[in-house]
């Protein structure tokens, strides 16, 4: 059986310190710097949340895409957002998805529209067919070049540019319009004050909120926020969140779009590549993490890339004090 040791043959602390030895234990956690806590989720009300799908391209997609939908739609979200592929390659299905969600669901839907391939004509016949459709909000981008096209060409007779396509949906309707926003800049753009300033135009032109590219540095976008401030800007500038549950995808995405990742996010799924169960809770705690710091800076929107896959961006939702606001309907489907 083991024994404390009598009073007189412990050194105290200071003594030890005093003669050179390292500090125990005890010392260092006394001695070492204090970080405040975030504050408790019952001191801060529940941010708006809006969620981002993708179209299905097959029938087993369309199955998860809808299962997504309903799992999320009981957490009331402002709207959710569906995505449109380069040069409009996904137009029928972005339409249909975005029509289904107007007829079927409670949720307000945003139907991106890109500057891509077509002419300004062609691009107001999609404005026109998604206001006829019972859609009030469009997500305005540029969008990229088409697989095999080097870099971006405006179409001869297209909105050239993402500001270009804002103006020109303000003539077309009284639509709510997002924007991009590139905390770390848009790839394409010479310069972040090249990229602020396309943003400020974007705004300037009639957008009404920019939702942000994801990122993983909290740091990144509240530098961002002083800047675009800066800049004249006072619109939301939500920021764009990305559950990560497949970390060698992402990393290998992010190298491409310009979003950095940190080498700590690394070491986080080290190991992982045949443990899917426990890369989903690491993704739960880091992503949790980022938003709740964002949260106790007075960030009170979120927009969640959510990959069409619900579980993630649920929990996420109920730790920042998301609840169901209702149930879901059964899916027709």
């Given at each position: 059986?083991?024994?404390?040791?009598?009073?007189?043959?412990?050194?105290?602390?200071?003594?030890?310190?005093?003669?050179?030895?390292?500090?125990?234990?005890?010392?260092?956690?006394?001695?070492?710097?204090?970080?405040?806590?975030?504050?408790?989720?019952?001191?801060?009300?529940?941010?708006?949340?809006?969620?981002?799908?993708?179209?299905?391209?097959?029938?087993?997609?369309?199955?998860?895409?809808?299962?997504?939908?309903?799992?999320?739609?009981?957490?009331?979200?402002?709207?959710?957002?569906?995505?449109?592929?380069?040069?409009?390659?996904?137009?029928?299905?972005?339409?249909?998805?975005?029509?289904?969600?107007v007829r079927e669901t409670s949720l307000t839907p945003a139907a991106h529209l890109t500057c891509?391939?077509?002419?300004?004509?062609?691009?107001?016949?999609?404005?026109?067919?998604?206001?006829?459709?019972?859609?009030?909000?469009?997500?305005?981008?540029?969008?990229?070049?088409?697989?095999?096209?080097?870099?971006?060409?405006?179409?001869?007779?297209?909105?050239?540019?993402?500001?270009?396509?804002?103006?020109g949906l303000r003539r077309a309707g009284e639509f709510e319009i997002s924007v991009a926003a590139?905390?770390?800049?848009?790839?394409?753009?010479?310069?972040?004050?090249?990229?602020?300033?396309?943003?400020?135009?974007?705004?300037?032109?009639?957008?009404?909120?920019?939702?942000?590219?994801?990122?993983?540095?909290?740091?990144?976008?509240?530098?961002?926020?002083?800047?675009?401030?800066?800049?004249?800007?006072?619109?939301?500038?939500?920021?764009?969140?990305?559950?990560?549950?497949?970390?060698?995808?992402?990393?290998?995405?992010?190298?491409?779009?310009?979003?950095?990742?940190?080498?700590?996010?690394?070491?986080?799924?080290?190991?992982?590549?045949?443990?899917?169960?426990?890369?989903?809770?690491?993704?739960?705690?880091?992503?949790?993490?980022?938003?709740?710091?964002?949260?106790?800076?007075?960030?009170?929107?979120?927009?969640?890339?959510?990959?069409?896959?619900?579980?993630?961006?649920?929990?996420?939702?109920?730790?920042?004090?998301?609840?169901?606001?209702?149930?879901?309907?059964?899916?027709?489907?």
């Amino acid at each position: 059986m083991s024994h404390l040791p009598d009073h007189a043959n412990v050194a105290p602390a200071a003594a030890d310190l005093s003669a050179g030895a390292s500090p125990g234990t005890l010392q260092r956690w006394l001695t070492g710097p204090r970080v405040a806590g975030l504050p408790l989720p019952t001191e801060l009300p529940p941010p708006a949340l809006s969620f981002e799908f993708f179209p299905p391209r097959t029938e087993s997609l369309e199955q998860q895409l809808w299962a997504c939908v309903r799992r999320l739609e009981p957490l009331a979200p402002r709207f959710v957002s569906v995505t449109y592929g380069a040069g409009g390659t996904t137009q029928e299905r972005t339409h249909a998805t975005v029509a289904r969600l107007v007829r079927e669901t409670s949720l307000t839907p945003a139907a991106h529209l890109t500057c891509v391939g077509a002419s300004r004509a062609e691009v107001d016949e999609v404005a026109h067919r998604y206001w006829a459709a019972g859609v009030r909000h469009i997500v305005a981008l540029r969008g990229d070049a088409p697989a095999g096209q080097e870099s971006y060409v405006p179409h001869p007779q297209g909105y050239a540019y993402a500001a270009d396509l804002v103006a020109g949906l303000r003539r077309a309707g009284e639509f709510e319009i997002s924007v991009a926003a590139y905390p770390e800049t848009h790839p394409s753009a010479r310069s972040a004050q090249e990229d602020l300033d396309n943003l400020k135009r974007k705004i300037d032109a009639g957008a009404t909120r920019a939702i942000t590219q994801y990122f993983f540095d909290t740091e990144v976008y509240l530098r961002f926020l002083d800047r675009a401030h800066a800049a004249g800007i006072t619109v939301p500038i939500v920021p764009g969140i990305l559950p990560v549950s497949n970390f060698t995808q992402v990393a290998k995405f992010s190298a491409m779009c310009g979003a950095s990742v940190p080498a700590w996010m690394g070491r986080l799924f080290e190991g992982l590549d045949d443990d899917p169960e426990t890369r989903r809770m690491v993704a739960a705690a880091l992503a949790a993490e980022q938003v709740r710091l964002l949260q106790a800076n007075g960030v009170d929107e979120f927009h969640f890339y959510t990959l069409n896959r619900a579980d993630l961006t649920y929990a996420i939702a109920h730790i920042l004090g998301a609840r169901p606001m209702r149930q879901a309907p059964a899916d027709p489907a």
